[in-house]
């Protein structure tokens, strides 16, 4: 079973919800999962803090172990059944995406480059010469094509209903990942948030 929505309401408004009304409705409890995975990063700050103290309450509560994994390889999953280079591409403002590259070898996932943030212009410039079938993938996927194309690099841009991460792109990651304990899950941030920059900035000017 599996459960979505995009409302605009906040992940602290619905994800516990959401996760009540699919148990009931699968007609399970918690206690009869395995584990519990979380898209652990990249991606909005605050939505992974929600989202990892959801997940460390649950998991604390049922004693279930955790897997966090990649919000790109996550996203990745959903094309892996296609040939060519997988572009996940996550908006992460400030001029840069979040990205990371995969290809697929023998139907699984091959990971190209780790989790960064990274500018269009230097990705599309990366990608260029690849020869390769290039889908793009992610909310950043409109920056992520125009620099492409503008470096002559041809694309694919992901059908609507592939392009964003998916708690089910999340559990076939999880698959290949080892377990932690609630106390060990992290969110992955790859980059420092604005509170954490002034607070740097004004050790530097003092």
């Not at 619905?14 to 699968?26: E, G, I, Q, S, Y």
């Not at 939505?47 to 996550?74: H, M, N, Q, Y």
């Not at 996927?141 to 841009?157: D, F, M, P, Q, Y």
Request: hydrophobic share 45%; charged share 20%.
């Amino acid at each position: 079973a599996s459960a979505y929505q995009c409302t605009g309401l906040t992940h602290s408004r619905t994800l516990l919800p959401m996760v009540d009304a699919m148990l009931k409705n699968a007609d399970l409890t918690i206690d009869d999962m395995d584990a519990i995975a979380i898209a652990a990063g990249p991606g909005s700050f605050t939505g992974l803090r929600i989202g990892i103290a959801a997940v460390k309450g649950l998991a604390w509560a049922a004693d279930k172990p955790c897997f966090g994994v990649s919000t790109l390889e996550a996203m990745a999953q959903n094309l892996a059944h296609m040939d060519g280079l997988l572009v996940c591409a996550m908006d992460a403002r400030r001029s840069q995406l979040y990205n990371a590259l995969f290809t697929v070898q023998s139907g699984a996932l091959v990971r190209l480059t780790e989790d960064r943030a990274i500018a269009a212009d230097p990705l599309a410039e990366e990608l260029s010469g690849s020869g390769k079938s290039v889908w793009v993938l992610g909310d950043g996927w409109a920056i992520c094509e125009k620099a492409l194309k503008e470096r002559g690099v041809s694309c694919t841009v992901a059908p609507e209903e592939l392009r964003w991460q998916t708690a089910f792109g999340v559990c076939l990651a999880a698959q290949s990942k080892t377990p932690t304990g609630a106390e060990d899950l992290l969110p992955v941030y790859l980059r420092l948030s604005q509170a954490e920059r002034e607070r740097q900035s004004r050790m530097n000017e003092a």
